[in-house]
């Protein structure tokens, strides 16, 4: 089956100016999670989809980030404005959570997009 | 709030030597898993061994294993016969049994295997 895709896969704009990355899941997927991953320290979760429901989006700063999944599959991760602090790797894991009944744990990770901000 | 912690920024090895990775983690829950990452310099995040917390028996997958205390909230990776393909960032992961179940990381170990 495919993977987790992420779009672009590097990325570099000038602080103050605004960027999106794009993630398509895997198919059948319900739960969608972006997490930022600045270098050198493990990933941070900034926000967790169910279908196109916000689960957890308590660390992600509200006042510059934003993210929707509206039709419940692919979703978009916005900065506006960028800080030089958001340079990091940012990336879309999915999870199909339960199947037959039974609780499933594994999320399935994207290759991430790297954004540079200058 | 759960923490974990890798005490080990970077650890080497000798291939076909074995190596523990180490972690720690800080939870008032009784229930919950514990994952190991890997994180290859292409930057693909893949899972190599979960453990529940309930079981008392350590995982075990082909040359990854865990040594999971849970009273002393430990849980660390060991890499048996070590090949040059396992180098790279290993993260260790806690995920709740209640509410959003997001995953937290520590802060990661760099692996580099010497050949």
């Known amino acids: 089956e495919a993977g987790v895709a992420q779009s672009p896969r590097y990325k570099i704009i000038e602080k103050r100016q605004s960027v999106a990355f794009w993630c398509n899941p895997i198919?059948?997927?319900?739960?969608l999670y972006w997490y930022q991953q600045i270098l050198g320290q493990g990933p941070k979760l900034l926000i967790q989809?169910?279908?196109?429901?916000?689960?957890?989006d308590s660390q992600l700063p509200k006042d510059r980030f934003s993210a929707e999944r509206l039709k419940g599959v692919d979703s978009t991760l916005k900065i506006q404005p960028a800080k030089l602090e958001d340079s990091a790797v940012y990336l879309c894991?999915?999870?199909?959570?339960?199947?037959?009944?039974?609780?499933?744990?594994?999320?399935?990770f994207g290759p991430g997009t790297r954004l540079t901000v200058t | 709030a759960q923490t974990v912690t890798q005490s080990q920024p970077e650890m080497s090895v000798q291939e076909a030597e074995t190596v523990t990775l180490s972690c720690t983690y800080d939870?008032?829950?009784?229930?919950?898993?514990l994952f190991w990452y890997k994180q290859p310099p292409s930057r693909q995040m893949i899972l190599v061994i979960r453990?529940?917390?309930?079981?008392?028996q350590n995982a075990t997958e082909n040359r990854f294993s865990v040594n999971f205390q849970k009273a002393a909230k430990s849980f660390s990776l060991k890499i048996s016969d070590s090949q040059l393909g396992d180098a790279a960032m290993y993260f260790c992961?806690?995920?709740?049994?209640?509410?959003?179940?997001?995953?937290?990381f520590g802060q990661g170990t760099r692996l580099t295997i010497n050949p």
């Open positions: 939870t008032s829950e009784s229930d919950y898993y």
């Open positions: 989809f169910q279908n196109n429901g916000v689960v957890d």
């Open positions: 894991a999915s999870s199909l959570d339960r199947l037959w009944g039974a609780l499933l744990y594994e999320q399935y």
């Open positions: 198919s059948g997927h319900a739960t």
């Open positions: 992961a806690y995920r709740s049994d209640q509410g959003a179940q997001k995953l937290v």
């Open positions: 453990q529940e917390a309930y079981k008392q």
